[in-house]
């Protein structure tokens, strides 16, 4: 049977947590004294020796499950943001169940909840204000207009991290999938966690639940952390993608365990004329030790919205159970821009709809202003070095009539087939490349290299991500 892996990293005893790290503020806005917190911390994430601390309940948070901490959350924060020049802040969400609606983080700033805590997302809707749509998509992606603000939300920081030993955040979000459904929608639904135009930015060693639409989604950002993340969802949940890195350079994707109702990791760019005009590729992105579960999405997607591009992308150390491809690129006529310079190697696959996924015809868009001449390039797609069993079809690969895919590399690949295999096994059109030692054997536009010839996976590395 599979379990969830437990990110059982070893802190200190809450005791001694609440006696070396937490802080005394209380809300009629006595300042925080100075802590020293312990260099021996107990797991590597940065962002915990702050000079100053607190914990919630200080600011008249309680953790009942049923009074909203919203206002409590928030005026901690506020509290907390004046030490941002002066050696930061770390505020402590004690164990609990801690009902909120949305607020925003602060610069040079942790949120540590303990492994005992769970965030509960409030269903009050007026707990949850209306923004704008973001500029690269134009619109909101549930409808047209505005967008609920995300439970975690953040823009224009720098040093934040969002972590915990295993503590829980919790989206609630089947009122909010009901109104999906249901077309009662005024604005798109929010996410957990959203970091926009912000730099150092690290989410790591929490659970997170039932999120109402994507989970995790860092945006126009730079030097992004994702890390020992459990994400968790039912499978038939309406877009409860896991990790979204979106017009973000230098990101690493690490050690997470996602099971969801849409892509586990989606890398995206902005959508049509939008992203086009926006112009903010994601690039230098590292995914590495993923495990996902997604009976009816892809284990790693690259796209549909890439209109900004999307290049230098590196994935290794992947493993999909039961989910219904493991890279899938999704592009339309209207994207523009480019999918390019894509790296993957080190798949083991169980339970596959298909392998190897990409689409040239994903055709929904904003509204009917795309340019029809704005054609995707894909190009420099390798993977190597995959075992896959129990599979349906080894592989879709559609490019767009008179505009091939090109660069396409697959080596050292064996595709173990279900007991009732589709027919055909490689639909090939519109697409240009070699293989090498795969099985089973390739279509003809898939020139077969023999077996000495690899497909590229670079070994330089990219800037240090910065925190």
């Known amino acids: 049977?599979?379990?969830?892996?437990?990110?059982?990293?070893?802190?200190?005893?809450?005791?001694?947590?609440?006696?070396?790290?937490?802080?005394?503020?209380?809300?009629?806005?006595?300042?925080?004294?100075?802590?020293?917190?312990?260099?021996?911390?107990?797991?590597?994430?940065?962002?915990?020796?702050?000079?100053?601390?607190?914990?919630?309940?200080?600011?008249?948070?309680?953790?009942?499950?049923?009074?909203?901490?919203?206002?409590?959350?928030?005026?901690?924060?506020?509290?907390?943001?004046?030490?941002?020049?002066?050696?930061?802040?770390?505020?402590?969400?004690?164990?609990?169940?801690?009902?909120?609606?949305?607020?925003?983080?602060?610069?040079?700033?942790?949120?540590?909840?303990?492994?005992?805590?769970?965030?509960?997302?409030?269903?009050?809707?007026?707990?949850?204000?209306?923004?704008?749509?973001?500029?690269?998509?134009?619109?909101?992606?549930?409808a047209v207009g505005g967008r609920y603000i995300s439970l975690i939300f953040g823009t224009n920081l720098t040093d934040v991290v969002v972590t915990g030993d295993n503590g829980t955040i919790h989206g609630q979000g089947t009122t909010w999938w009901d109104k999906f459904h249901k077309g009662e929608l005024k604005y798109t639904r929010p996410y957990l966690i959203e970091i926009m135009y912000s730099n150092q930015v690290q989410i790591s060693s929490l659970t997170l639940m039932d999120s109402p639409s994507w989970?995790?989604?860092?945006?126009?950002?730079?030097?992004?952390?994702?890390?020992?993340?459990t994400i968790l969802a039912p499978v038939t949940s309406p877009n409860t993608d896991g990790i979204n890195p979106d017009s973000c350079t230098n990101t690493r994707i690490e050690d997470c365990y996602i099971v969801s109702g849409d892509d586990c990791v989606a890398v995206k760019s902005g959508w049509d004329e939008y992203g086009i005009k926006f112009a903010m590729p994601t690039k230098q992105l590292v995914i590495r030790r993923l495990t996902c579960i997604s009976p009816f999405s892809a284990v790693i997607a690259l796209g549909s919205e890439m209109s900004g591009g999307i290049e230098d992308v590196r994935a290794e150390d992947i493993t999909g159970i039961n989910s219904e491809s493991a890279v899938r690129i999704k592009t339309a006529v209207g994207r523009g821009n480019y999918v390019k310079d894509i790296y993957v190697r080190g798949m083991t696959m169980k339970t596959m709809k298909m392998v190897f996924w990409m689409a040239g015809n994903y055709g929904s868009h904003p509204d009917n202003d795309y340019d029809p001449n704005a054609i995707p390039v894909i190009q420099n797609i390798n993977f190597r070095d995959v075992v896959a069993e129990n599979v349906t079809m080894a592989a879709r690969l559609e490019g767009i009539p008179g505009h091939p895919f090109t660069g396409i590399c697959i080596s050292n690949a064996t595709i173990g087939l279900t007991k009732k295999p589709k027919k055909i096994q490689w639909n090939c059109t519109e697409i240009a490349g070699v293989s090498s030692d795969v099985t089973p054997p390739p279509c003809n536009l898939l020139t077969d290299q023999g077996p000495a010839n690899a497909c590229d996976f670079p070994e330089d590395s990219f800037p240090s991500v910065k925190l």
């Open 1 to 142: 049977m599979w379990t969830t892996p437990r990110r059982n990293l070893q802190v200190l005893d809450t005791l001694v947590l609440l006696g070396l790290v937490l802080v005394l503020i209380n809300v009629n806005g006595v300042e925080s004294r100075t802590v020293r917190i312990l260099d021996s911390f107990g797991y590597p994430v940065t962002g915990c020796s702050r000079k100053y601390s607190a914990s919630l309940a200080d600011f008249g948070g309680v953790g009942d499950g049923v009074t909203s901490n919203t206002k409590a959350f928030q005026a901690a924060i506020d509290n907390l943001s004046q030490y941002a020049s002066d050696g930061g802040s770390l505020l402590f969400v004690p164990p609990g169940k801690w009902l909120t609606g949305s607020f925003n983080l602060t610069s040079h700033f942790t949120l540590y909840l303990h492994k005992d805590a769970t965030l509960l997302a409030s269903q009050d809707e007026s707990e949850w204000a209306v923004i704008d749509p973001l500029p690269s998509y134009g619109r909101g992606r549930d």
């Open 215 to 229: 989970n995790v989604h860092p945006i126009y950002s730079s030097n992004v952390v994702v890390q020992g993340l």
